[in-house]
């Protein structure tokens, strides 16, 4: 009797020694730190994994997206999204708002740059669009649930101090509790209306710089602007033409 219950005594001791380490070990874990030491650059990360390809049509332009949901850990960001964005649209440069739930009010809207680089607030003005975010979490203890991303090819005018959307594409990537990996969000085609809201956020940071109001030849409004006009010339020639004959044949 008093062997079983010294057998029993062990047995429970083992397994909450087990217990509390297995809690040790929940409560300390922390994500990969930024690889620094990664050999690969994203282009590689991407590219040299298992990538995903999507064409999403963005007012009226396509943009050709390629993207791993989570990059591995000889990556700069293990485990999270890595991305590259190209467009056969005329575009310079690209713009990237980035929206967060984090608490902290500077990180919940903000201008994404290419390492805080002179280019500010243009991401980058290479022709195509590369990033690959990092956040550190734990297993109990997220910063934020997700982030955002709108990416936006644009054409800039710096003589004339224009700006003009070509297409977007939302991407990014969530955080849950008890969850060891980012959740990627699908790429997706922005909209005019995205683009109407996030242009008043660059509008506070592109001083010497005039985003164009009118629609972009692109913009399903564009044309029917311009067939509305186009009536109206033909409508004003024929007017003038009938005018012409009445005051010279009759």
């Given at each position: 009797?008093?062997?079983?219950?010294?057998?029993?005594?062990?047995?429970?001791?083992?397994?909450?020694?087990?217990?509390?380490?297995?809690?040790?070990?929940?409560?300390?874990?922390?994500?990969?730190?930024?690889?620094?030491?990664?050999?690969?650059?994203?282009?590689?990360?991407?590219?040299?994994?298992?990538?995903?390809?999507?064409?999403?049509?963005?007012?009226?332009?396509?943009?050709?997206?390629?993207?791993?949901r989570?990059?591995?850990?000889?990556?700069?960001?293990?485990?999270?999204?890595?991305?590259?964005?190209?467009?056969?649209?005329?575009?310079?440069?690209?713009?990237h708002?980035?929206?967060?739930?984090?608490t902290?009010p500077?990180?919940?809207?903000?201008?994404?740059?290419v390492?805080?680089?002179?280019?500010?607030?243009?991401?980058?003005t290479?022709?195509?669009?590369?990033?690959?975010?990092?956040?550190r979490?734990?297993?109990?203890?997220?910063?934020?649930?997700?982030?955002?991303?709108?990416?936006?090819?644009?054409?800039?005018?710096?003589?004339?101090?224009?700006?003009?959307?070509?297409?977007?594409?939302?991407?990014?990537?969530?955080?849950?509790?008890?969850?060891?990996?980012?959740?990627?969000?699908?790429?997706?085609?922005?909209?005019?209306q995205?683009?109407?809201?996030?242009?008043?956020i660059?509008?506070?940071?592109l001083?010497?710089?005039?985003?164009?109001?009118?629609?972009?030849?692109?913009?399903?409004?564009?044309?029917?602007?311009?067939?509305?006009?186009?009536?109206?010339?033909?409508?004003?020639?024929?007017?003038?033409?009938?005018?012409?004959?009445?005051?010279?044949?009759?």
């Open positions: 009797m008093i062997k079983n219950t010294a057998i029993k005594l062990v047995g429970i001791f083992l397994i909450s020694i087990s217990v509390l380490w297995l809690l040790k070990v929940a409560y300390t874990w922390k994500n990969p730190d930024v690889n620094r030491n990664g050999k690969r650059n994203i282009y590689n990360c991407i590219y040299d994994g298992n990538y995903e390809t999507i064409a999403p049509t963005s007012m009226g332009q396509v943009l050709n997206v390629n993207y791993v989570n990059a591995d850990t000889a990556c700069i960001n293990p485990y999270f999204p890595a991305i590259h964005i190209a467009t056969e649209a005329e575009h310079n440069a690209w713009l708002v980035v929206y967060t739930d984090t902290s500077k990180w919940q809207q903000f201008i994404d740059t390492d805080n680089s002179k280019s500010y607030p243009f991401y980058t290479d022709q195509d669009f590369f990033d690959a975010p990092h956040w979490y734990t297993l109990f203890s997220k910063p934020l649930k997700f982030w955002k991303g709108h990416a936006y090819a644009v054409k800039v005018n710096h003589k004339n101090g224009t700006i003009q959307c070509v297409g977007g594409v939302e991407w990014g990537f969530q955080l849950s509790y008890f969850s060891t990996r980012p959740k990627s969000i699908t790429p997706s085609a922005l909209t005019h995205d683009w109407k809201k996030d242009r008043s660059f509008k506070t940071t001083k010497g710089y005039r985003v164009i109001e009118w629609p972009a030849p692109c913009d399903p409004e564009f044309e029917r602007l311009s067939s509305v006009f186009k009536n109206i010339e033909i409508f004003l020639v024929d007017i003038y033409f009938t005018s012409f004959l009445t005051a010279n044949f009759f």
